[in-house]
């Protein structure tokens, strides 16, 4: 029988599972011994990433590591900065969709009378 709180529990885990995976693929990324592997962990890490991530990614980025492979791959995050930020906001985007993990439809709820001032 499915029930609101079993159903808010399967989507807590579906959440940290996501951050979770996020996490190891950073720190796949920045253990990667070579380019192959760094970019194979990157393009996992983007697809896997939320705004979560920010605030363990600068905790990683502080590591003491003096070796120049590291230096080109936080060079490689910099660069590639706008393109992580617009994966992490697809997520987002989808979160600003829903109320309650509802859609938010016009003309229903609190929404009705809404008018849009952005």
Same mark, same amino acid.
């Given at each position: 029988?499915?029930?609101?709180? &079993?159903?808010? !529990?399967?989507? $807590?885990? !579906?959440?940290?599972? !996501? /951050?979770? =995976?996020?996490?190891?693929?950073?720190?796949?990324?920045?253990?990667?011994?070579?380019?192959? /592997?760094?970019?194979?962990?990157?393009?996992?890490? #983007?697809?896997? $990433?939320? &705004?979560? $991530?920010?605030?363990?990614?600068?905790?990683?980025?502080?590591?003491?590591?003096?070796?120049?492979? @590291?230096?080109?791959? #936080? &060079?490689?995050?910099?660069?590639?900065? &706008?393109?992580?930020?617009? $994966?992490?906001?697809?997520?987002? /985007?989808? =979160?600003?969709?829903? @109320?309650?993990?509802?859609?938010?439809? /016009?003309?229903?709820?609190?929404?009705?009378?809404?008018?849009?001032?952005?």
């Amino acid at each position: 029988m499915r029930t609101d709180s &079993a159903d808010l !529990r399967r989507k $807590a885990a !579906r959440l940290r599972w !996501r /951050e979770a =995976c996020g996490h190891h693929w950073w720190r796949s990324y920045l253990a990667a011994q070579d380019a192959v /592997e760094a970019y194979a962990a990157w393009v996992l890490f #983007l697809h896997s $990433a939320d &705004a979560r $991530a920010w605030t363990w990614m600068r905790d990683d980025e502080g590591q003491n590591n003096n070796d120049a492979f @590291f230096a080109l791959k #936080l &060079a490689h995050v910099q660069l590639n900065r &706008a393109g992580l930020k617009r $994966a992490m906001n697809k997520v987002l /985007e989808k =979160c600003e969709k829903k @109320f309650l993990d509802h859609d938010i439809v /016009e003309g229903i709820g609190p929404w009705a009378n809404a008018t849009n001032t952005g």
